[in-house]
Structure formats: C-alpha cells, structure tokens
C-alpha cells in the first residue's frame, strides 16, 4: 500500500493505492491537479471560468468537463431541483468570492450589489457532438462539491485501468473506494473487500462512525466546515438553499452519504441537508442510498440501511454541540 496527501481544490486531499505498480501516487496527484485547472471558478484561465464569462454563448471544452456538466444536470434533476449546479449568483452574495483559504476578509456589500445571475441549470446544453456547452445568459456554473466528487470517482477508476488492486481517492471528503482494500481478509476472496471509512464528528475531533464499503462512494457536507462572515455581518456558509439563495437552515449540521458512485453522494448530501432531519431520510430510502444525519442539537440520526455498511461494534449516540454553533 501506498498513500501521499497533499492541498488541490482547495481542499486536503488523500490517496492511497494497493497492489500498484510504482508512480501512481504522482500519476493521481497530477490527473486531480488537472481537472482542478479545468473546472475551478477561481482559475480564471479553467474551462468553468470561461463558460461563465461567455455570456450565454457556447464554449468548447475537453470531454471532462462535459462529463461533470452532464452530471451536474443529473444531479439537478435526480434532486429535483434541491442540488443545483447554476447557484454561483447566490453564492457570490454570500460573500463566498475568492477561494476558502483567501477569505480572510470580504468585499463590502456594495462592491457586490452588481452581481445579478440567477439560478437556470434547465437552460443548459451540452452539444457531445460539437463539444461544446452552452450556459443561459445572466447564469454561473459553481461544480463546487460535484467536481471533487466525480474527480475522486475518475481517478480511482483511472487507478485502477492502470494496474492498482485497490485504490481510494478522498478530496475534502468526498470519497471513492474500489478494489481491494489494505484492510482485506487474505481468506476473503471478495474483490472489493478492506476499505473502512470514518465519518467525523462535526463538533469535534472524534469518529462517530466505522463504515465498511467495498466499491462505492461517500460523501460528507457540514455547514460548520466552511464558515465566514457574510456581507450583511452575518455567519454565513456554503450550502446555499436555491429556493431562498441564502445559506441554508434546516437543523442539520451534518450530513454523509453511502451511494454508488462519489459525485451522486455528493448531490444527495446536498439535498438531504435542504431537507431537514424528518425529511432527509426518506429522500435516500427513494434513491437506494444510505446517510447519517447529525442535527442541530447534536442527535445523530442512521437510515436503516446504513446498518449494512456499519462495521460491527460502531456505536452513534448524542453528540455534544459546541455552544458557539
């Protein structure tokens, strides 16, 4: 096993490979450093820099960010509306204008007063045939969490075309398994067998949970992982509500999510958050997925059929919430 962790999208980022052959790491590092040059909003040279400054006109772009594009509608429509990729109006207002590590301090409201896109992920088009991708006028295009998790599904199944055994690939937390695990049983015959995750505890610095997946993906979201002082000198947060366009509140602080795939994970955190505790649940029951939900007060709330990937022993309770929060 192998393992090299380092900073791209603008967050920390891990990946481990067994049974590779020698180089991978740096073949990774390098694949999640190019798709980041292709799909950050805060690069202005990447291809979702120049969709959003092509005023409504269509943009040839590589084949990877038509493939996160057409996720991101996927997403949109899987959710019904709830994740929605075209919300970088809403986020701008909140004052979420440079990357997390430059926001030490934010424009006046003033100086964003002229920021006018609105939401109108419907009006996309993605034209495979000429390459190209069309976003509506007066709209932006944030891959925000989307991108890190489907980046983490590609490269992991890069890894794996390349000769890796197992790989995992884990980029703010959104992460994907596949293949044998450092953790696999030599008698268990499994080919996705020995990957176990821990899920953080949002109000400290302890695990509330040992997940065992084999293939698949997991994401977390927090509103308490990304926290600034909005422009109206309110604590504002990147999980943006598109039917009010402010930073949402729901009674969740936290949500993971077990799904097939890193980047549809991802989606679903999103739109359990939206949710709320009562609600969320049900939505993954409907999509086959499973979810941890840690609320306001600190009660962590396990779909009944998360039981299926909790390995054996994990025990989740009541938190403890930080007064701050």
């Not at 400054?53 to 084949?63: I, M």
């Not at 997390?100 to 002229?114: K, N, V, Y």
């Not at 308490?224 to 598109?242: C, M, N």
């Amino acid at each position: 096993m192998e393992h090299a962790d380092f900073r791209v999208m603008g967050s920390d980022a891990t990946v481990v490979v067994c049974g590779a052959p020698s180089g991978l790491l740096g073949t990774a590092r390098r694949r999640l450093e190019e798709l980041e040059g292709l799909w950050s909003r805060f690069i202005p040279t990447s291809e979702v820099s120049r969709l959003n400054d092509a005023l409504g006109t269509p943009v040839e772009v590589s084949w990877e960010t038509q493939h996160l594009v057409e996720r991101a509608l996927l997403g949109w429509c899987t959710t019904g509306g709830a994740y929605d990729p075209t919300i970088l109006g809403d986020v701008l207002r909140a004052g979420y204008t440079v990357s997390f590590e430059a926001l030490d301090s934010l424009p006046a409201g003033s100086q964003l007063a002229g920021v006018t896109l609105t939401i109108g992920a419907g009006g996309i088009r993605v034209d495979a045939a000429a390459g190209t991708v069309q976003l509506p006028a007066h709209t932006g295009f944030d891959p925000g969490g989307i991108g890190k998790g489907l980046a983490a599904d590609m490269v992991v199944e890069e890894l794996l075309a390349a000769g890796a055994s197992g790989a995992c690939v884990n980029v703010g937390g959104d992460l994907r398994v596949a293949g044998r695990g450092p953790a696999a049983d030599p008698a268990d015959p499994s080919p996705d067998a020995g990957w176990v995750i821990g899920v953080d505890d949002p109000y400290g610095s302890e695990l509330i949970a040992l997940l065992g997946v084999g293939n698949g993906g997991i994401a977390t979201t927090s509103r308490l992982r990304r926290l600034w002082t909005g422009p109206d000198g309110k604590s504002a947060h990147h999980l943006i509500d598109p039917r009010s366009g402010h930073p949402a509140a729901s009674g969740l602080a936290a949500v993971t999510v077990v799904a097939d795939e890193a980047w549809r994970a991802e989606i679903l955190a999103k739109a359990v958050f939206l949710a709320g505790p009562l609600s969320g649940p049900d939505l993954l029951d409907e999509v086959g997925a499973a979810g941890l939900l840690v609320t306001d007060d600190g009660a962590a709330v396990p779909t009944a059929n998360l039981a299926t990937f909790l390995v054996p022993g994990t025990d989740i309770g009541l938190l403890q919430p930080s007064k701050e929060v």
